[in-house]
Protein backbone atom coordinates (compact mmCIF):
# COMPACT_ATOMS: atom_id res chain seq x y z
CA UNK A 1 0.00 0.00 0.00
CA UNK A 2 1.09 3.44 -0.84
CA UNK A 3 1.46 6.26 1.78
CA UNK A 4 -0.56 8.31 -0.02
CA UNK A 5 -3.72 5.37 0.72
CA UNK A 6 -2.64 5.76 4.82
CA UNK A 7 -4.66 8.29 6.71
CA UNK A 8 -2.25 11.10 8.07
CA UNK A 9 -3.02 10.76 11.45
CA UNK A 10 -2.61 6.91 10.99
CA UNK A 11 0.89 8.13 8.93
CA UNK A 12 1.91 10.13 12.04
CA UNK A 13 1.82 7.47 14.78
CA UNK A 14 3.64 4.44 12.69
CA UNK A 15 6.93 7.00 11.81
CA UNK A 16 9.57 6.31 14.63
CA UNK A 17 9.85 9.61 17.26
CA UNK A 18 13.33 10.36 16.53
CA UNK A 19 12.32 13.77 16.91
CA UNK A 20 11.61 13.02 20.64
CA UNK A 21 15.24 11.45 21.27
CA UNK A 22 17.04 13.98 19.34
CA UNK A 23 15.41 16.68 21.37
CA UNK A 24 16.02 15.10 24.99
CA UNK A 25 19.57 14.25 24.29
CA UNK A 26 20.79 17.87 24.52
CA UNK A 27 18.54 18.18 27.97
CA UNK A 28 20.56 15.35 29.16
CA UNK A 29 23.48 16.12 28.54
CA UNK A 30 23.11 19.87 30.13
CA UNK A 31 22.07 18.04 33.04
CA UNK A 32 25.21 16.31 33.52
CA UNK A 33 27.27 19.25 32.93
CA UNK A 34 25.05 21.17 35.31
CA UNK A 35 26.48 18.53 37.78
CA UNK A 36 29.78 18.39 37.16
CA UNK A 37 29.79 22.07 37.31
CA UNK A 38 28.04 21.87 40.31
CA UNK A 39 30.52 19.22 41.68
CA UNK A 40 33.94 21.50 40.66
CA UNK A 41 32.33 24.45 42.79
CA UNK A 42 31.89 22.78 45.82
CA UNK A 43 35.30 21.33 45.85
CA UNK A 44 36.98 24.24 45.18
CA UNK A 45 34.65 25.79 47.92
CA UNK A 46 35.54 23.11 50.09
CA UNK A 47 39.39 23.25 49.54
CA UNK A 48 39.06 27.12 50.13
CA UNK A 49 37.23 26.35 53.45
CA UNK A 50 40.67 23.59 54.41
CA UNK A 51 43.18 26.50 53.41
CA UNK A 52 41.53 29.15 55.76
CA UNK A 53 41.32 26.84 58.54
CA UNK A 54 44.34 25.94 60.62
CA UNK A 55 45.58 22.62 61.03
CA UNK A 56 45.62 19.98 63.76
CA UNK A 57 49.99 20.68 63.38
CA UNK A 58 49.28 24.29 63.72
CA UNK A 59 47.29 24.60 66.70
CA UNK A 60 48.48 24.73 69.96
CA UNK A 61 48.49 21.23 72.05
CA UNK A 62 46.43 21.46 75.42
CA UNK A 63 47.07 18.97 77.75
CA UNK A 64 44.31 17.06 79.25
CA UNK A 65 43.74 17.82 83.16
CA UNK A 66 45.83 15.60 85.08
CA UNK A 67 43.16 13.26 87.08
CA UNK A 68 42.51 14.43 90.57
CA UNK A 69 43.39 11.81 93.41
CA UNK A 70 41.32 11.22 96.01
CA UNK A 71 41.86 10.39 99.72
CA UNK A 72 39.40 7.63 101.80
CA UNK A 73 37.10 10.23 102.36
CA UNK A 74 36.76 11.50 98.44
CA UNK A 75 38.95 14.37 99.59
CA UNK A 76 41.12 16.25 96.79
CA UNK A 77 44.89 15.47 97.58
CA UNK A 78 46.66 18.38 97.12
CA UNK A 79 48.89 19.30 94.10
CA UNK A 80 52.25 19.06 94.66
CA UNK A 81 52.19 23.38 94.59
CA UNK A 82 49.71 23.36 97.37
CA UNK A 83 51.98 21.24 99.29
CA UNK A 84 54.81 24.00 99.57
CA UNK A 85 55.61 25.01 103.29
CA UNK A 86 54.25 28.27 104.00
CA UNK A 87 56.53 30.68 105.81
CA UNK A 88 54.14 29.68 109.01
CA UNK A 89 54.58 26.23 108.61
CA UNK A 90 58.65 26.77 107.75
CA UNK A 91 58.64 28.54 111.27
CA UNK A 92 56.71 25.75 112.68
CA UNK A 93 59.24 23.04 111.50
CA UNK A 94 62.14 25.21 112.87
CA UNK A 95 60.24 25.24 116.10
CA UNK A 96 59.63 21.51 116.04
CA UNK A 97 63.28 21.06 114.87
CA UNK A 98 64.68 23.19 117.76
CA UNK A 99 62.67 21.12 120.46
CA UNK A 100 63.73 18.15 118.85
CA UNK A 101 67.44 18.93 119.01
CA UNK A 102 67.06 20.17 122.23
CA UNK A 103 65.42 16.74 123.68
CA UNK A 104 68.71 15.24 121.78
CA UNK A 105 71.03 17.67 123.47
CA UNK A 106 69.21 17.08 126.93
CA UNK A 107 70.16 13.70 126.10
CA UNK A 108 73.83 13.41 125.59
CA UNK A 109 74.21 16.01 128.61
CA UNK A 110 72.99 13.20 130.95
CA UNK A 111 75.56 11.89 133.10
CA UNK A 112 75.56 8.33 134.52
CA UNK A 113 72.08 8.91 134.04
CA UNK A 114 71.85 12.43 135.65
CA UNK A 115 70.61 15.40 134.31
CA UNK A 116 72.57 19.23 134.50
CA UNK A 117 70.88 21.75 136.33
CA UNK A 118 71.97 25.43 137.15
CA UNK A 119 73.13 26.58 140.62
CA UNK A 120 70.88 28.62 142.43
CA UNK A 121 71.98 31.76 143.72
CA UNK A 122 73.04 31.52 147.53
CA UNK A 123 71.45 35.34 148.03
CA UNK A 124 68.08 34.11 146.66
CA UNK A 125 67.89 31.18 149.40
CA UNK A 126 66.04 31.31 152.64
CA UNK A 127 66.21 29.27 155.98
CA UNK A 128 64.05 26.24 156.59
CA UNK A 129 65.73 25.02 159.83
CA UNK A 130 66.27 26.80 163.26
CA UNK A 131 69.77 26.92 162.85
CA UNK A 132 69.53 28.37 159.30
CA UNK A 133 71.91 25.31 157.87
CA UNK A 134 69.19 24.19 155.35
CA UNK A 135 67.92 26.44 152.83
CA UNK A 136 66.03 26.97 149.62
CA UNK A 137 64.12 28.77 147.92
CA UNK A 138 61.76 31.35 149.08
CA UNK A 139 58.69 29.98 147.11
CA UNK A 140 59.78 25.85 148.02
CA UNK A 141 60.66 26.79 151.53
CA UNK A 142 57.18 28.52 152.32
CA UNK A 143 55.43 25.51 151.04
CA UNK A 144 57.73 22.97 152.90
CA UNK A 145 57.06 24.52 156.17
CA UNK A 146 53.36 24.66 155.61
CA UNK A 147 53.65 21.08 155.28
CA UNK A 148 55.37 20.10 158.12
CA UNK A 149 53.53 22.13 160.50
CA UNK A 150 50.13 20.38 158.34
CA UNK A 151 51.94 17.08 159.55
CA UNK A 152 52.75 18.16 162.74
CA UNK A 153 49.07 18.67 163.33
CA UNK A 154 48.24 14.60 162.01
CA UNK A 155 51.13 13.47 164.65
CA UNK A 156 53.84 13.27 161.71
CA UNK A 157 57.23 14.90 162.29
CA UNK A 158 58.58 15.65 159.24
CA UNK A 159 62.78 16.13 159.59
CA UNK A 160 64.61 18.37 156.85
CA UNK A 161 67.51 16.20 156.35
CA UNK A 162 69.27 17.99 153.43
CA UNK A 163 68.45 20.94 151.02
CA UNK A 164 70.42 23.08 148.48
CA UNK A 165 73.85 22.14 147.87
CA UNK A 166 77.13 23.96 146.11
CA UNK A 167 78.70 22.85 143.31
CA UNK A 168 81.44 22.29 146.14
CA UNK A 169 79.47 20.52 148.21
CA UNK A 170 78.06 17.96 146.01
CA UNK A 171 81.54 16.84 145.02
CA UNK A 172 82.63 16.28 148.87
CA UNK A 173 79.52 14.11 148.60
CA UNK A 174 80.36 12.25 145.29
CA UNK A 175 83.89 11.98 145.18
CA UNK A 176 84.82 11.55 148.78
CA UNK A 177 82.11 9.19 150.04
CA UNK A 178 83.21 7.36 146.61
CA UNK A 179 86.58 6.94 147.49
CA UNK A 180 85.51 5.46 151.05
CA UNK A 181 83.42 3.19 150.11
CA UNK A 182 85.70 1.70 147.24
CA UNK A 183 82.68 2.32 144.53
CA UNK A 184 83.18 3.29 141.04
CA UNK A 185 81.22 5.82 139.16
CA UNK A 186 78.64 4.51 137.71
CA UNK A 187 77.65 2.46 141.82
CA UNK A 188 77.82 6.06 143.14
CA UNK A 189 75.63 7.61 140.68
CA UNK A 190 72.86 5.12 141.76
CA UNK A 191 72.50 7.15 144.62
CA UNK A 192 74.13 10.00 144.17
CA UNK A 193 74.63 12.78 141.66
CA UNK A 194 77.66 14.05 140.34
CA UNK A 195 78.52 17.85 140.86
CA UNK A 196 76.39 19.99 138.48
CA UNK A 197 73.98 17.54 137.82
CA UNK A 198 72.30 17.08 141.28
CA UNK A 199 68.41 18.38 141.51
CA UNK A 200 69.83 19.90 145.20
CA UNK A 201 71.99 22.46 143.24
CA UNK A 202 68.43 24.13 142.42
CA UNK A 203 67.32 25.35 145.52
CA UNK A 204 63.83 23.61 145.26
CA UNK A 205 64.79 20.15 146.37
CA UNK A 206 65.37 18.21 149.55
CA UNK A 207 65.18 14.83 151.85
CA UNK A 208 62.90 14.23 154.42
CA UNK A 209 63.22 12.10 157.05
CA UNK A 210 60.99 11.02 159.70
CA UNK A 211 61.93 12.34 163.37
CA UNK A 212 60.70 9.53 164.88
CA UNK A 213 62.78 7.14 163.01
CA UNK A 214 66.49 7.95 162.15
CA UNK A 215 67.91 5.60 161.85
CA UNK A 216 65.85 5.35 158.42
CA UNK A 217 66.96 8.62 157.07
CA UNK A 218 68.72 8.34 153.25
CA UNK A 219 67.53 4.26 153.65
CA UNK A 220 64.86 2.52 151.79
CA UNK A 221 63.20 1.93 154.63
CA UNK A 222 62.25 5.43 154.94
CA UNK A 223 59.28 4.21 153.23
CA UNK A 224 57.89 2.18 155.72
CA UNK A 225 57.74 5.20 158.12
CA UNK A 226 54.74 6.71 159.31
CA UNK A 227 56.04 10.48 157.48
CA UNK A 228 56.42 8.96 154.06
CA UNK A 229 52.75 7.32 153.98
CA UNK A 230 51.76 10.84 155.04
CA UNK A 231 53.88 12.26 152.16
CA UNK A 232 52.16 10.24 149.70
CA UNK A 233 49.12 11.27 150.59
CA UNK A 234 49.36 14.69 150.81
CA UNK A 235 52.64 16.03 149.67
CA UNK A 236 51.03 16.78 145.73
CA UNK A 237 48.65 19.10 148.07
CA UNK A 238 52.14 21.39 148.73
CA UNK A 239 53.19 20.82 145.05
CA UNK A 240 55.92 18.45 146.35
CA UNK A 241 56.72 14.79 144.33
CA UNK A 242 58.77 12.40 144.25
CA UNK A 243 61.83 12.76 141.93
CA UNK A 244 63.01 9.07 141.85
CA UNK A 245 60.44 6.42 142.27
CA UNK A 246 61.07 2.75 141.59
CA UNK A 247 62.16 1.91 138.31
CA UNK A 248 62.50 5.75 137.24
CA UNK A 249 63.57 6.41 133.80
CA UNK A 250 67.08 7.86 134.94
CA UNK A 251 68.16 4.48 136.30
CA UNK A 252 68.87 6.10 140.07
CA UNK A 253 67.49 3.83 142.78
CA UNK A 254 64.25 4.36 144.51
CA UNK A 255 64.76 7.25 147.18
CA UNK A 256 61.37 7.18 148.85
CA UNK A 257 63.63 10.59 151.14
CA UNK A 258 63.93 13.20 147.75
CA UNK A 259 61.17 15.23 147.37
CA UNK A 260 61.25 17.98 144.92
CA UNK A 261 59.46 21.63 144.81
CA UNK A 262 57.41 22.29 141.36
CA UNK A 263 54.87 24.66 142.92
CA UNK A 264 55.43 27.65 140.19
CA UNK A 265 56.80 28.49 136.62
CA UNK A 266 60.37 28.35 137.34
CA UNK A 267 60.74 25.45 139.43
CA UNK A 268 58.12 23.60 137.07
CA UNK A 269 60.66 24.71 134.16
CA UNK A 270 63.68 23.47 135.79
CA UNK A 271 62.65 19.93 136.17
CA UNK A 272 60.30 19.13 133.30
CA UNK A 273 62.45 21.46 130.62
CA UNK A 274 65.79 19.13 131.43
CA UNK A 275 63.71 15.63 130.89
CA UNK A 276 61.89 16.79 127.56
Known sequence: MDEIDIPEAIREESRPKQANFVLSLPLILGVI?????????????????????????????????SPTLKGKNNQQQPTPAAQNISPKNKQTSLQN????????????????????????????????????RLKLRPAAAKKFQQMQAAAKADGVNLAAISAFRSTKDQEKLFFKVKEQKAQNATTRAEVSAPP?????????????????????????TFANTAAFRWLKQNALK???????????????????????????????????????
Not at 39 to 61: C, D, E, H, R, W
Not at 104 to 132: C, F, M, N, R, W
Not at 196 to 220: F, K, Q
Request: with cysteine; proline share 8%.
Open 196 to 220: GYSEHHTGYALDIGDANAPATNVEE
Open 33 to 65: TCLGLVGLLSMFLISLGNKSTPTAVNQPVTKPA
Open 97 to 132: SSKTGTTAKSSQETLLGHLPYDVAPESELVPITVDD
Open 238 to 276: YSFELSFPPNNPQGVNYEPWHWRFVGDRDSLETFYKARN
